[in-house]
């Protein structure tokens, strides 16, 4: 019997999918397929063999296809989409909804077409309410529709606190909830470095600099580069979240999620920590939260309602 080759496709090859198939490739994580426009097709293709020319330097041996076609994404088990617009200093992620709700909703009436058994992940932004378009007009289970945002968030709290401490970045642990957006809820309380409370190690008035600079990170780097977002590290939890599915690691981290009922919400898309593994989002977990945490995440939901309900597909 020929063992089956794991297939992974990036649907979007500017900044984050571009980098994200080279991430994927590096690890050996299966067949890449590196998906743009039509218009955009040889530039696509040019960046998969500049990535395949660096396997043997790299010493990885991957599949990298570059493409505009769907054929190439068939079958895939993971589908990821990044295609839309990015935000520029002065905008907020919501100022995107409009545009990116159209081609997140194009991408999914394709990827709906050619792998219906995909475990979807969304990066596109807001990516709340993209998570919620792809849900919609994909009609998977929703344990197959995930979005990222909380790797992400988790990620620059944990870099942020380790700066602070001067120690390893391995031995922070956190926890961000909420929407992807000014209002996220970085979890203080159920934070540790070494499996010591940060609450004891950290001034209250320094972690909450730490906090507010992690709701506006994602900011901070759109002002310093100046024309577009994100990129490394939010590839880098692209892939956390696929190999988490495609070795069926069952890791527990952050992810958007559909609630139905989970903290007291029911039909929302929003971060929440969760079991992922080879069926996609296999558990989520409820944490219990003070009043104080609650209010923090209602008022997060509010964002994510607001901007979810202005989406007409
Ligand atoms: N959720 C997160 O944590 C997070 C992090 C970083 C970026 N983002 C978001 O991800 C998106 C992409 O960011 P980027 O920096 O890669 O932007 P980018 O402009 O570099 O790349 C976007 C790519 O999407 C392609 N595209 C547009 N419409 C398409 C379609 N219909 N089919 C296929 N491809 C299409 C574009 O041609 C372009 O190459 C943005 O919306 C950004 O805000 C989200
Ligand atoms: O901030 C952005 O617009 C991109 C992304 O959501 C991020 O947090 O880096």
Same mark, same amino acid.
């Given at each position: ?7 992974? *496709? ?17 690890? =050996?994580?299966? +067949? ?6 039509? !218009?955009?097709? %040889? ?15 790299? /010493?990885? +041996?991957?599949?990298? *296809? ?19 617009? $990015? ?10 909804? %409009?545009?990116? @709700? ?6 999914? #009436? ?14 596109? %932004? ?10 919609? *007009?994909?009609?998977?289970? /929703? %344990? ?19 700066? #602070? ?5 391995? +031995? ?9 957006? +000014? ?6 309380? &159920? ?17 909450? #600099?730490?906090? !507010? ?18 990129? &490394?590290?939010? $590839?880098?939890?692209?892939? !956390?979240?696929?190999? @988490? ?28 920590? $969760?079991?992922?593994? $080879?069926?996609?989002? =296999? ?7 003070? @009043?104080?945490? /609650? ?19």
């Amino acid at each position: 019997m020929a063992i089956k080759r794991n297939k992974i *496709t990036v649907v979007g090859a500017g900044f984050t999918g571009s980098t994200t198939a080279l991430m994927l490739a590096q690890k =050996e994580l299966g +067949d890449v397929v590196l998906l743009d426009i039509p !218009q955009l097709e %040889n530039p696509t293709k040019g960046k998969v063999l500049d990535m395949l020319e660096a396997g043997p330097v790299l /010493k990885f +041996d991957a599949r990298i *296809t570059g493409t505009s076609s769907y054929g190439d994404a068939a079958d895939s088990d993971i589908v990821i989409i990044t295609a839309g617009i $990015a935000r520029k200093p002065g905008m907020s992620r919501d100022d995107l909804v %409009n545009t990116n @709700a159209g081609i997140v909703k194009s991408v999914c #009436e394709n990827v709906k077409r050619v792998a219906p058994e995909s475990i979807v992940i969304i990066l596109s %932004n807001p990516v709340d309410a993209m998570t919620y378009v792809a849900f919609r *007009t994909l009609g998977f289970p /929703k %344990n197959r529709v995930i979005g990222q945002s909380g790797v992400l968030d988790t990620a620059r709290y944990c870099t942020f606190i380790a700066e #602070e401490l001067n120690v390893s970045v391995e +031995d922070v642990r956190g926890f961000v909830l909420g929407g992807h957006g +000014d209002d996220m809820v970085p979890l203080v309380r &159920y934070s540790s470095v070494g499996g010591i409370p940060i609450e004891t190690l950290i001034p209250a008035e320094r972690i909450a #600099e730490i906090v !507010q600079r992690t709701r506006v990170g994602g900011g901070e780097i759109v002002s310093l580069l100046g024309n577009g977002s994100a990129y &490394y590290a939010p $590839a880098a939890s692209l892939v !956390q979240m696929t190999e @988490a599915v495609l070795k069926d690691k069952k890791r527990i981290i952050p992810v958007i999620a559909l609630l139905e009922g989970e903290y007291g919400y029911d039909g929302l898309f929003m971060g929440i920590p $969760a079991l992922l593994g $080879a069926e996609g989002i =296999e558990k989520i977990f409820e944490l219990e939260l003070t @009043a104080e945490e /609650k209010a923090a995440l209602d008022k997060s939901a509010d964002s994510v309602r607001a901007v979810t309900s202005v989406v007409t597909i």
